[in-house]
């Protein structure tokens, strides 16, 4: 059974960096796209990016100035940095596992890590 | 940006149909897929692929794409069904979208 496992800082400042790290177990790290996605209190779902185990990354135009997503295959754990961040970052942040069609683009999302919330307040 | 476009809310009876609408530019070219939330819990995939079914999802559960609109129908809508729906396609120009999200109560 794949289970996804996040942690990170819950509480930053303003114009600090957010960091996340989420760990895969159970099933294989490669053949996937693993993604970071976001849902601000009470709103909608917001994907992120990206990365795959051959660290090719894909980001949401949106905040592609201040992601970096990054890869360490040796622990089969992907991590998310957001720079500069304000109260506008203030969600749940989920990593998820994307499974690739045939058209190598992220189809669906099949495993959800528990959330983070990350509150950004001075 | 490729947007995608969901109400806000549906209501439905008990044991009746509830059907949720997804619309989005030429959104019958790509595939859909839809998620069901419960509040404080991580999102669960119902449908991929426009209308197939993750193990484990139940049959009431069914989807459909075509033209701009891909549909999320719950046949026979119980009262756990209650939930936030999101559909989510992936689009050149974006990479991965969701739909806004529509609350579903059952009442």
């Known amino acids: 059974q794949v289970q996804l496992q996040q942690w990170g800082a819950g509480l930053l400042k303003p114009s600090e960096t957010l960091s996340l790290t989420c760990a895969v177990y159970?099933?294989?790290?490669?053949?996937?796209?693993w993604s970071w996605i976001r849902q601000p209190p009470g709103k909608g779902l917001e994907w992120i990016g990206e990365?795959?185990?051959?660290?090719?990354?894909n980001y949401n135009p949106s905040l592609k100035s201040r992601v970096t997503i990054s890869v360490d295959t040796s622990k089969n754990q992907f991590s998310l940095k957001l720079t500069s961040v304000t109260a506008a970052d203030t969600a749940v942040y989920y990593c998820?596992?994307?499974?690739?069609?045939?058209?190598?683009?992220?189809?669906?999302?099949?495993?959800w890590g528990q959330g983070t919330l990350v509150t950004v307040s001075s | 940006s490729y947007d995608l476009t969901q109400p806000p809310s549906v209501s439905v009876s008990p044991g009746q149909t509830a059907t949720i609408t997804c619309s989005g530019d030429?959104?019958?070219?790509?595939?859909a897929c839809w998620y069901q939330q419960k509040p404080g819990q991580s999102p669960v995939l119902v449908i991929y692929?426009?209308?197939k079914r993750p193990s484990g999802i139940p049959e009431r559960f069914s989807g459909s794409n075509s033209g701009n609109t891909a549909t999320l129908t719950i046949s026979g809508t119980q009262a756990m069904d209650e939930a936030d729906y999101y559909c989510?396609?992936?689009?050149?120009?974006?990479?991965?979208?969701f739909g806004g999200g529509t609350k579903l109560t059952v009442l």
């Open positions: 998820a596992r994307g499974q690739v069609d045939t058209a190598m683009i992220t189809a669906y999302f099949d495993y």
């Open positions: 159970g099933g294989s790290f490669s053949g996937y796209y």
């Open positions: 990365i795959n185990r051959s660290g090719n990354t």
């Open positions: 030429k959104l019958g070219d790509k595939y």
């Open positions: 692929q426009d209308n």
């Open positions: 989510q396609a992936w689009d050149s120009s974006t990479g991965v979208v």
